[in-house]
């Protein structure tokens, strides 16, 4: 088996959990990866300052797909200020796959666009994360 | 020809960088539209001059300064010779993008206001495409676009319906598509632009390196090319201008070299070339390139467009007899250069770059810096393989064979 394209990888790729628009939502923010034209944006639901349901939604590679598949089943009911401290560690060993440099800014697509839809801030990860 | 082994040319022997394995296997490098690898006779150049007889040019009596001088203006004489130019109308710039800011600035600021029309192509590359962007934006003209068909190629038709207008003022267009490989009509497109009074702008960045180039005889009022795609190193562009307009124009950018008076208030341009080489000149670089294009000129650029051409013919037939992959672009090699963009159902360029790179497999996937095209093409990003004059058949086939085991991993 490929370490990188592992079976659940390829799986949360062409079968995306949490996929899609969400309306009515509370937040929501977009951005893209300018290297390789990937895109991705999230529609969050908020109750009682906890993530109560969440959709991501673009076009991009599998490791950025799955990253957001898999991580967004973490992020429902999780407090908006406990989301906007994780960091690209976290998710990166939730993945369970040997991410590149070349390949990190794919895998964190996904906690960008929510951190910048919880905090407006879209200057996160910085260039040495 | 397509399926025959040997190949027209072999000329991996003259690339040191191409000796180099990875992880004990050796680099297949398609990636030539981004940047070329760079033959022994460039690096011994450059390294010549840096060791034997570097100085600052022109100006200096001293005899290094003379020898680098000659070999300066040596390049650029054989360099504007290699695409049927004149060292006077021959202009050193950093790089293809700047070529075209020149003009786009140093010519638009004084030739294109508002009401005018400024007209490129939806598949431009961003170099021939922002500076017109700005330019109108800042002298209120229009920017109007040439579609691209199914097929990558434009229409003459609809180039005959904009020109009938009235009020286009510069044709920007690329000579090879560096996402398409389709090689455009540029004498076709230059005379009709010039019957209704509107400048030619080309850029050669991937026409240089792939064809033979005759400028006068496109009839181009300005052609734009980069050195490092041509063989030669980074950091040296060129730009080729029509005597009468490089004499018009003012310049572009003021400082040392590009003067012939100056006085407290205003100054006096110097001739051409130099006027629009404000600052020391990219020495080195102009060196090196003359050393590519004396190789090329060796190689000769009919029998490499015939090497390229049965390379493109090679991947375009084992390309598209893959499930599940597409081809974009013209779908024969008449028309198409060395350049071939392709999309895997179920993958993303990304990770098919990913997946190909573990066999050394080096292609590209993005958008290509023609953001324009890929929103036409309905595509984010594309994967895109490109030959230079050290491919050979082996490295078709070494993509071909690694594009299906990339599908494999993915079991699309």
């Known amino acids: 088996m490929d370490d990188l394209y592992r079976d659940y990888i ?41 993530i109560t349901d969440l959709r991501f939604h673009g076009q991009g590679c599998a490791i950025s797909q799955a990253s957001a598949s898999i991580a967004s089943e973490e992020y429902i009911g999780m407090p908006l200020g406990e989301v906007a401290d994780l960091d690209g560690e976290w998710l990166i060993d939730l993945l369970g796959i040997p991410i590149s440099a070349t390949r990190r800014k794919c895998a964190l697509l996904n906690l960008k666009v929510l951190r910048g839809a919880i905090t407006g801030d879209a200057s996160w990860p910085p260039a040495t994360d | 020809m397509a399926t025959q082994a040997s190949p027209v040319l072999d000329v991996r022997a003259d690339f040191p960088i191409l000796s180099r394995e990875i992880d004990g296997k050796r680099i297949v490098y398609l990636d030539s539209a981004a940047s070329a690898q760079k033959p022994e006779a460039v690096l011994d150049a450059m390294d010549r001059f840096y060791r034997t007889s570097y100085s600052n040019v022109h100006r200096g009596v001293y005899t290094l300064a003379q020898e680098a001088t000659e070999l300066f203006e040596g390049a650029r004489a ?9 060292a006077q109308t021959t202009i050193f710039t950093r790089n293809g993008t700047e070529a075209l800011n020149l003009v786009a600035r140093a010519w638009g600021k004084d030739n294109v206001g508002r009401g005018d029309a400024v007209l ?11 500076p017109w962007q700005m330019l109108c934006h800042d002298v209120g003209a229009q920017l109007r676009y040439l579609e691209v068909d199914d097929d990558g190629r434009i229409s003459l038709d609809q180039l005959d ?12 267009f690329v000579h090879v598509s560096n996402v398409l490989g389709t090689i455009n009509p540029v004498a076709e497109i230059a005379a009709r632009a010039r019957a209704a009074g509107a400048l030619s702008v080309v850029d050669g960045c991937q026409g240089v390196p792939q064809l033979p180039v005759d400028i006068p005889l496109l009839g181009a009022d300005f052609y734009a090319w980069t050195g490092h795609k041509a063989l030669g190193p980074t950091g040296v ?15 572009w950018l003021g400082g040392g070299h590009m003067i012939s008076r100056v006085d407290r208030d205003s100054s006096e341009w110097t001739e051409l070339p130099w006027k629009f080489e404000a600052g020391t000149d990219v020495i080195a670089e102009a060196i090196g390139l003359g050393a590519a294009v004396d190789y090329l000129d060796a190689l000769g650029m009919e029998r490499l467009r015939a090497h390229e051409r049965e390379l493109t013919a090679r991947a375009l037939d084992g390309l598209r007899a893959i499930d599940g992959v597409t081809v974009v ?8 250069g060395g350049v071939i963009s392709f999309a895997i159902d179920g993958m993303h360029p990304h990770d098919v770059a990913d997946l190909l790179n573990r066999d050394n497999v080096c292609v590209r996937a993005g958008h290509h810096c023609a953001q324009v095209l890929m929103r036409k093409l309905g595509v984010a990003a594309t994967s895109r393989a490109s030959f230079g004059p050290y491919n050979v058949a082996e490295d078709v086939d070494a993509l071909l064979d690694s594009v299906a085991r990339a599908r494999e991993v993915f079991r699309v």
């Open chain 1, 10 to 50: 390829l799986e949360h790729y062409k079968r995306p959990r949490n996929f899609g628009e969400l309306e009515p939502h509370d937040l929501e923010a977009h951005d893209h990866n300018p290297l390789c034209g990937d895109e991705m944006g999230v529609h969050v639901r908020v109750e009682d300052g906890k």
């Open chain 2, 78 to 86: 054989r360099i504007a010779a290699f695409v049927g130019g004149e």
């Open chain 2, 120 to 130: 490129v192509t939806e598949m431009e590359h961003h170099s021939n495409l922002v």
């Open chain 2, 329 to 336: 672009g013209p779908p024969g090699v008449e028309d198409r």
């Open chain 2, 237 to 251: 562009g060129v730009l080729h201008g029509r005597a009468e307009i490089l004499t018009e124009m003012g310049p």
């Open chain 2, 161 to 172: 319906d904009e020109l009938a207008r009235g009020d286009v003022k510069v044709v920007a």
